[in-house]
């Protein structure tokens, strides 16, 4: 009887068992037609940050350790995402604040804290903060005076503060020569002189090792560089430039000469900044 039982279970299972292969198959099929979704959700709304005091004060003894293991998970987690809001919550500005807390003196976290706030992030009303905080401990770094400045005179639109600090650089040791005649013409400029922001950008990119920083500032230059050629040529002037950073040459359309590579007008930006400027100064000669 237990034999003849097994028997039939047995053949039960056998039965089962193409059934059993076509919901398999059915499965992989339903798997593979269906695109699935991707959750993305962003490094801001996803990292978390500590108070800064609160972390000062529990790391006794370990503050330089403690900075440093924040300071690589910062530079693994960075984003390249840009922070529109002004609000100082971006995640990576509290990150180098608190650093900034921990250890004082470290100069990395302010140079390249803040070229990463002002350059990859805009956020620069974050990054003066962080240049300000390293130049009350490298008041005659010339990176930290450059960056500053710059961030100041053209992302922030404030003329004053930025030839505060850029004058400090004329006749620096670090500086090259024609830093002082540039400065000279930020003074007289009411403007946007794009040879002079070439420069600058130029300078700005020779004291910048890290690789993202320096794509972005590669970036710009090729940008304000096709835009003086381009105005040049479509200019009817002599002597332009035929060909562009990339090696490629500037092609003439419907009676205009146009780039090969497709860039975003760093004349734009420099406008905007320099109309955010012409407000602020507006607004503080009101009595």
Request: charged letters at 20%; hydrophobic letters at 40%.
């Amino acid at each position: 009887m237990s034999v003849m039982i097994s028997k039939i279970n047995g053949n039960k299972n056998l039965a089962l068992l193409p059934i059993a292969l076509c919901f398999y198959f059915l499965a992989i099929v339903l798997h593979r037609s269906f695109d699935k979704k991707t959750i993305h959700i962003a490094k801001q709304d996803s990292i978390v940050n500590f108070n800064h005091d609160f972390v000062r004060i529990f790391s006794t003894g370990n503050k330089m350790l403690i900075s440093d293991v924040l300071w690589v998970q910062t530079l693994l987690e960075s984003d390249l995402e840009r922070y529109a809001k002004r609000d100082l919550g971006n995640w990576m500005y509290l990150r180098f604040l608190t650093i900034s807390a921990l250890d004082p003196l470290f100069y990395q976290n302010y140079l390249y804290g803040g070229m990463y706030l002002s350059i990859i992030k805009d956020d620069v009303k974050a990054a003066a903060i962080i240049y300000e905080k390293g130049l009350k401990h490298y008041p005659d770094s010339y990176e930290l005076l450059y960056n500053a400045g710059f961030n100041y005179y053209f992302e922030l639109g404030d003329a004053a503060n930025g030839l505060r600090l850029l004058e400090k650089i004329v006749g620096h040791p670090k500086a090259p020569p024609q830093i002082a005649s540039t400065v000279h013409k930020l003074k007289i400029i009411t403007g946007v002189d794009k040879e002079v922001v070439l420069s600058m950008v130029k300078e700005r990119l020779s004291v910048t090792q890290e690789p993202s920083l320096q794509n972005k500032l590669k970036g710009d230059i090729f940008a304000l560089q096709s835009e003086i050629d381009l105005e040049c040529l479509n200019g009817g002037k002599m002597n332009c430039n035929q060909i562009d950073l990339y090696g490629s040459r500037y092609i003439r359309i419907g009676g205009r000469y146009k780039s090969q590579t497709d860039f975003k007008p760093y004349s734009l930006f420099l406008k905007n900044k320099m109309n955010i400027y012409r407000q602020n100064a507006e607004r503080n000669a009101q009595p």
